[in-house]
């Protein structure tokens, strides 16, 4: 039998039809879990970009300390012909420079020959970020074969012999020098002497060059300036061996193109491009950061940190023209992450971590500098508004029908400082046996968990509530037990710990953020910590 044309075309779209339907609905399927995946990942993950902030930039201004010129001069000019951007440098004692830029109120750049007239500058608001360079010490400079046999500060004051000073109102050096000869009770004799028979000038340089061609028998000059120089040999003398110095950059707050002034800054004190210039003259420099045009850092961040750490990030990365790649997570997920990436030798290691409490910091420290804690939160007990279970205290919590969410103790921390503080208490087993019905991965999901009712109670950051009070009750646990410290450190293995030492600047100048989100400020003033002077 021949079947019908026209049933068979029925047959046909039928089967058409079906087919098309199961594509359409795999087609949705597979697109529902992609953005399924798009908002979990965006969930923990967040690049904050400073590229859009980029400028055009073909000139900084840069006032730079004398002593420094010859170093900065090949900096600049490999700079310039890498970037095509012009160095305008102006030479001057350090002091002289700082007055000159709170005159002018003009500029991109500062580099003083001592970190103090950068601190005295950030006090005059004359300048943002600083930035560590090299360093120098004070030491006696002689014509070379030292022929007046001068081998300490009493040779000095000997008769016959004609001294150079750096004047200590003008120039780094000089101002090192009296503190240090006020200190051992030789500099108003020598200052005397100086006057009588010798010569005060306004900076290193002009007396280098003095001793140089003989116009005087010896001087107090950095021992780096003296590297500089095979007419002149450097006596090291005790008194001045404490004298150390911190070659620092200033980011002017004058200047119009801060991201341009910052990009420069950090090629000048990166180990592979500045400094080497500096160690090629004598220099003791820092460790330094690596050069990259625009560095790509990876920060971890337990999830109680973000909503204050987005906005400070991106400004950031914005000013200092970088991107940086911020997982925030349960820092159980976070540190299992860490360890899995040193395991395998793999590449992704955060260069920065802040924590939702010291516990999982310790759990990685060994691959850390040493930390400092920012802030801290309490641990609260939160029901519905209203609190219709009537839930006064933990022992409460054992009520029967009570229904209880906690974080997971191997994900997150909030989950681990519950457990420990339930096991305080002595009820952490009963509860996890009949009441807990929930255990969270983060510490952001627990408030919505008693917002939507589908639990009685919480234990959660007291940060964590201030924007959801309108649709909660607090209760305040007393106990040691009940508090989150959240620390920042920076990783052994960033190769950008300078960068990561301008960042916690940025977060401990960014006290009020923090206090807005509900947490107690741990930082003293000075941005030090108490149990650990040393910043990160």
Known sequence: MVPNINQTKNAQRKNSGATNLLYL?????????????LGLYSMNHQRTSGLKQDQEVSELFFYCAAGLRKAVEKIAADY????????????????????????????DLYLAADESYIELAQKKNLVEESIAVAFL?????????????????????????????????????????????????????????????????????EIANDVKIGSVDAAIIWDATAAQYSEIDAIPIPELNSG???????????????????????YLSSRDQGLKHFESFGYEIIEGDIWKEVP???????????????????????????????????????TAQMNSIKSSQGSGFPDF??????????????????????TNTDIVLVVQKGNPKNIRNIDDLKKQGIRIAVGQPDQCTIGV????????????????????VTQTLTSALLIPNVTTKSVDATFAYESDTLFEQDKLDIIRIDSPAAKAVQ????????????????LFKKIADSRELFEEAGFNWQLPSDGTNESNTDTP
């Not at 310039?80 to 500029?107: A, D, F, M």
């Not at 006696?140 to 030292?146: C, K, L, P, T």
């Not at 020098?177 to 010569?199: A, D, I, N, Q, Y």
Request: some cysteine; proline content about 3%.
């Open 25 to 37: 609905f795999l087609a949705v399927s597979i697109a529902l879990l992609g953005f399924l995946f």
């Open 80 to 107: 310039e012909k890498e970037y095509g951007v012009r160095i305008q440098l102006q030479y001057g004692g350090s002091n002289t420079l700082l007055s000159q830029i709170e005159i002018s109120r003009t500029g």
């Open 137 to 205: 010490k004070p030491v006696i400079g002689v014509a070379r074969g030292n022929p007046k046999n001068i081998t300490d500060i009493d040779s000095l004051l000997k008769p016959g012999i004609k001294i150079a000073l750096a004047n200590p109102d003008q120039a780094a050096v000089g101002k090192k020098t009296r503190k240090f000869l006020t200190r051992s009770g030789h500099w108003k004799r020598l200052e005397t002497l100086t006057r009588e028979k010798g010569v005060f000038k306004p900076t290193v340089t």
């Open 244 to 266: 150390r110095s911190s070659i620092t950059a200033g980011i002017l707050k004058s200047s119009k193109n801060p991201t341009a002034a910052l990009k420069f800054a950090r």
């Open 296 to 334: 790509e850092l990876t920060f971890y961040a337990g999830s109680v940190n973000r909503r204050t750490l987005e906005p400070i990030l991106k400004t950031f990365s914005e000013r200092e023209g970088l991107d940086i790649n911020t997982v925030y997570n349960g820092c159980g997920i976070l």
């Open 353 to 374: 971590y802040m924590a939702c409490d010291v516990y999982y910091l310790d759990t990685v420290k060994d691959w850390f500098q040493d930390a400092v804690n920012v």
């Open 417 to 436: 400082l519950t457990r420990k503080l339930l096991e305080t208490e002595g009820v952490y087993q009963e509860l996890l046996k009949e009441n807990i």
């Open 487 to 502: 620390p920042y450190s920076i990783s052994q293995s960033s190769d950008f710990k300078y960068l990561g030492r301008r």
